[in-house]
Structure formats: structure tokens, C-alpha cells
């Protein structure tokens, strides 16, 4: 062991003339635990967050959405389709028809945003129909009763109407039709075959599936589509792939991609972290003048030592460095200790799930935990860093005691 290092291990070990200095230690010990746990579970959360909306958002849309400018429908969707699958980096497409509808069951009703599809096809581009837990999707491929055509609806969905799967549904269209009354809303009744629950609220609550056929006809759209969904094989080129299949389509048509749909959303997310990493540090920051605080008491009381060991030639070099070594003691048992209780805690959070959250609020039903390498080495390389700014001050105090006017009165 080097002999700076020695002396400070014993400096940190022995009894102290002033039990404060001890007292004070062990607070700057805990405060930098405290701070570097903070920040990974902090971080922890703010990354497990982004990880989990942008898995669901991409696991339940598509990563490229293309659509007519003047919003009238696509006709001419069969060989666009086909144009659109034959692209590089495309793996998937499908077609799909929106549009917004009342559904309800006996007096319940809620607003819903129906999704006509071709099911083979919707399920290469979006997982929301494999997460059907009661009922099943598997009708939307099949003819089914003619009478009484299916619909798949969201859990939180079917909780606002109270249905189950074998209900018949009445959904609503706006978009009537001309009588001698006026304009009437259209109407037909479904047979509820399938709930799915993503876990993401905004799914969960006003999502409804139906044949891509059923929808035309609820409609009034003969063969129209209002947008083709895409997955490609690389996520994070989808602008650059955007334009290459806006170029295929022609003129007319436009193109969205996952990342501008939620740029915001992602925006907001970093910033959080960027915050939450400032203001969580300033724990940091106390338990460093914590530090600052012992370490120049311990040089007033270590005042004579240090004389006594300059004079045995000491330089005043090795004496700056046996209090750098103490100040990185302390903040290295603070910051293993932190980093063992922000990782365990991090771990349990994501591998049990024991906080739940209000989906309505924060789109997901818990919350989620993801501990990342980049940064565990960040945090202890600040904690480590701070820490070594706070020992300048009471390192370079004691390096410059003379030892004879330390030594005069003893």
C-alpha cells in the first residue's frame, strides 16, 4: 500500500479528539449513497419509460404511414400495395381504413376509432391483435355470420360499454346517408369476438378492428383505403425510407414516420432525464460540501500530525495527497454503496412489477425500470469527480501548514 494511501486509511479508521468530524463523515458517506442511488433509479425510470412507450408505439403502429395529401382515400390501393412490398427495407404493408364511430351496448356508448383490415396483413405491421386475451381475432379472417360481422375492441373499451365477447356491438357512423329527414347517421350491430389489452392506454381505451370489407360498407367507401402501413427492417432510417416511397407513389401522395408522429413525446422524455439528472445530483453536490466540511476539520485537528511528519520530510505534495486519498474514500464506499442499492432496486422494479400506475394518466399500467451501462459509469464518474473538487480546498489547506509554527507551543 502507498504511504499516502496508508495514512489515510488510518486517519479515516482512528478515534477522533472531535466525535463531530466522525459524525459528519459518515453523513457525507450516506449523502453520496443516497445521491448516486437516486440518480440510477432516476434514470432507471426515465429510460424504462422511453423504452416502453417506444416499444408499444412501434409494436402497436406501423413505422411508416403513407396516405393520400388531399385526405379523400386511396382507390388504386391493390397496386400500390404491391409497389410499396417490392421496395428495399420494406418487410411489411398493409391496408387499413379509419374512421370515428360511436359504439355501444344497450345505454353504455363511448367513442371509438374503428380500423377496417385485412387480418393477415395487420398482423405483419402491428402486434395489437396478439394481445388478444378473451375472445379471439382469428374471425376477422373468416366470413362469419353474415348478420352479425366481428369486431375486436380494446379492454378499457369494452370496460366503459361492460362487454364481453358474444355481445352485440352497435356502432354508429357519422358519416349517413341523405332521407327525406335529413342526413342520418349509419349504423350496424357486431358480434364482440375479441379484447385486447396492449397495456397502453390510448390503444386500450378507443381502438376497435374490424374486416376491411365491413368498414367499406359501414362507410360508404367501395374498395377505398385511407392508408397503407409499413414496417422496414432498419426503425431509426424510416425518414430517409419515407422518401424513397413517396417517390414510388407519385404525386399526391404523402408520408409520416414513427419518429415525427412522436417527436414530442420523445422530446419531453430527454429533457425529463436531463432535469431529473440536475436536480437529483444536487444531492450529490451536499453530500460533497459534506466532505468538504470533514476533510478541513480533520486538518484542524490533524494540525500537529502534519507538522510532525513534514518535519520526518514529508513532502507537502504527499501530504495534499493522503486528503485527496480520503475524499475518495469517501466517495468511493459512498458511490459503491449507491450504486448497490439504485441497481437492486432497479432490478426488482422491473423484474416484479410492483408499481402500478394510472394508464389513463401515463399510458402504461406500470412502471417500468431499464438500468443502462452508460449510465451506472456516468453517474460514478460525476459522484467520483465531485467529490475530488471538494478535497482541493482542505488538501491544498493542509499542504501548506508550516510545521514550525504548527510545532511553537507544544
Same mark, same amino acid.
Given at each position: 500500500?502507498?504511504?499516502?494511501?496508508?495514512?489515510?486509511?488510518?486517519?479515516?479508521?482512528?478515534?477522533?479528539?472531535?466525535?463531530?468530524?466522525?459524525?459528519?463523515?459518515?453523513?457525507?458517506?450516506?449523502?453520496?449513497?443516497?445521491?448516486?442511488?437516486?440518480?440510477?433509479?432516476?434514470?432507471?425510470?426515465?429510460?424504462?419509460?422511453?423504452?416502453?412507450?417506444?416499444?408499444?408505439?412501434?409494436?402497436?403502429?406501423?413505422?411508416?404511414?403513407?396516405?393520400?395529401?388531399?385526405?379523400?382515400?386511396?382507390?388504386?390501393?391493390?397496386?400500390?400495395?404491391?409497389?410499396?412490398?417490392?421496395?428495399?427495407?420494406?418487410?411489411?404493408?398493409?391496408?387499413?381504413?379509419?374512421?370515428?364511430?360511436?359504439?355501444?351496448?344497450?345505454?353504455?356508448?363511448?367513442?371509438?376509432?374503428?380500423?377496417?383490415?385485412?387480418?393477415?396483413?395487420?398482423?405483419?405491421?402491428?402486434?395489437?391483435?396478439?394481445?388478444?386475451?378473451?375472445?379471439?381475432?382469428?374471425?376477422?379472417?373468416?366470413?362469419?355470420?353474415?348478420?352479425?360481422?366481428?369486431?375486436?375492441?380494446?379492454?378499457?373499451?369494452?370496460?366503459?360499454?361492460?362487454?364481453?365477447?358474444?355481445?352485440?356491438?352497435?356502432?354508429?357512423?357519422?358519416?349517413?346517408?341523405?332521407?327525406?329527414?335529413?342526413?342520418?347517421?349509419?349504423?350496424?350491430?357486431?358480434?364482440?369476438?375479441?379484447?385486447?389489452?396492449?397495456?397502453?392506454?390510448?390503444?386500450?381505451?378507443?381502438?376497435?378492428?374490424?374486416?376491411?370489407?365491413?368498414?367499406?360498407?359501414?362507410?360508404?367507401?367501395?374498395?377505398?383505403?385511407?392508408?397503407?402501413?409499413?414496417?422496414?427492417?432498419?426503425?431509426?432510417?424510416?425518414?430517409?425510407?419515407?422518401?424513397?416511397?413517396?417517390?414510388?407513389?407519385?404525386?399526391?401522395?404523402?408520408?409520416?414516420?414513427?419518429?415525427? +408522429?412522436? #417527436?414530442?413525446? =420523445?422530446? /419531453?422524455?430527454? %429533457?425529463?432525464?436531463?432535469? *431529473?439528472?440536475?436536480?437529483? !445530483? $444536487?444531492? @450529490?453536490?451536499?453530500?460533497?460540501?459534506?466532505?468538504?466540511?470533514?476533510?478541513?476539520?480533520?486538518?484542524?485537528?490533524?494540525?500537529?500530525?502534519?507538522?510532525?511528519?513534514?518535519?520526518?520530510?514529508?513532502?507537502?505534495? +504527499?501530504? #495534499?495527497?493522503? =486528503?485527496? /486519498?480520503?475524499? %475518495?474514500?469517501?466517495?468511493? *464506499?459512498?458511490?459503491?454503496? !449507491? $450504486?448497490? @442499492?439504485?441497481?437492486?432496486?432497479?432490478?426488482?422494479?422491473?423484474?416484479?412489477?410492483?408499481?402500478?400506475?394510472?394508464?389513463?394518466?401515463?399510458?402504461?399500467?406500470?412502471?417500468?425500470?431499464?438500468?443502462?451501462?452508460?449510465?451506472?459509469?456516468?453517474?460514478?464518474?460525476?459522484?467520483? %469527480?465531485?467529490?475530488?473538487?471538494?478535497?482541493?480546498?482542505?488538501?491544498?489547506?493542509?499542504?501548506?501548514?508550516?510545521?514550525?509554527?504548527?510545532?511553537?507551543?507544544?
Amino acid at each position: 500500500m502507498r504511504f499516502e494511501l496508508f495514512i489515510a486509511t488510518r486517519y479515516l479508521r482512528a478515534k477522533r479528539r472531535q466525535a463531530v468530524i466522525g459524525v459528519i463523515t459518515a453523513i457525507s458517506v450516506f449523502g453520496v449513497a443516497a445521491g448516486v442511488a437516486s440518480l440510477i433509479i432516476a434514470l432507471a425510470i426515465t429510460n424504462g419509460m422511453r423504452r416502453d412507450l417506444q416499444a408499444r408505439l412501434l409494436g402497436s403502429t406501423s413505422h411508416i404511414e403513407l396516405m393520400r395529401v388531399a385526405g379523400d382515400g386511396i382507390r388504386d390501393w391493390h397496386e400500390l400495395l404491391y409497389r410499396v412490398r417490392k421496395q428495399p427495407h420494406v418487410t411489411a404493408a398493409a391496408p387499413g381504413l379509419y374512421g370515428q364511430v360511436l359504439v355501444s351496448l344497450g345505454p353504455r356508448s363511448g367513442g371509438a376509432l374503428v380500423k377496417g383490415i385485412v387480418l393477415h396483413d395487420e398482423r405483419t405491421v402491428s402486434d395489437l391483435l396478439q394481445s388478444v386475451r378473451e375472445g379471439s381475432a382469428d374471425a376477422l379472417a373468416s366470413g362469419g355470420n353474415a348478420a352479425l360481422p366481428p369486431i375486436v375492441l380494446g379492454s378499457d373499451l369494452t370496460e366503459t360499454l361492460g362487454a364481453k365477447p358474444g355481445d352485440s356491438i352497435v356502432v354508429t357512423s357519422p358519416q349517413g346517408g341523405l332521407t327525406p329527414l335529413g342526413i342520418q347517421p349509419r349504423f350496424a350491430r357486431y358480434r364482440l369476438v375479441g379484447i385486447f389489452h396492449s397495456g397502453f392506454y390510448q390503444y386500450d381505451s378507443t381502438y376497435a378492428f374490424v374486416r376491411l370489407a365491413d368498414a367499406q360498407r359501414l362507410f360508404s367507401e367501395p374498395d377505398l383505403v385511407s392508408v397503407i402501413s409499413i414496417k422496414v427492417d432498419d426503425l431509426y432510417r424510416a425518414a430517409g425510407i419515407s422518401q424513397e416511397i413517396e417517390a414510388v407513389a407519385g404525386p399526391g401522395y404523402q408520408t409520416s414516420n414513427w419518429m415525427q +408522429q412522436n #417527436r414530442e413525446l =420523445f422530446r /419531453a422524455l430527454r %429533457l425529463e432525464q436531463v432535469v *431529473t439528472f440536475i436536480v437529483i !445530483g $444536487l444531492i @450529490v453536490c451536499v453530500a460533497a460540501l459534506n466532505i468538504l466540511i470533514a476533510l478541513t476539520m480533520l486538518v484542524m485537528e490533524k494540525t500537529r500530525d502534519i507538522a510532525v511528519l513534514m518535519s520526518f520530510g514529508v513532502r507537502s505534495d +504527499q501530504i #495534499r495527497k493522503i =486528503f485527496l /486519498a480520503q475524499g %475518495l474514500l469517501i466517495s468511493l *464506499t459512498g458511490t459503491a454503496l !449507491g $450504486l448497490a @442499492v439504485g441497481l437492486a432496486t432497479a432490478w426488482a422494479g422491473s423484474h416484479y412489477r410492483f408499481i402500478h400506475l394510472s394508464a389513463e394518466v401515463y399510458s402504461i399500467d406500470y412502471l417500468p425500470f431499464a438500468p443502462r451501462w452508460f449510465h451506472v459509469v456516468t453517474v460514478s464518474g460525476v459522484s467520483l %469527480l465531485t467529490a475530488l473538487l471538494a478535497t482541493l480546498y482542505p488538501s491544498s489547506a493542509a499542504a501548506r501548514i508550516l510545521p514550525a509554527e504548527a510545532l511553537r507551543y507544544e
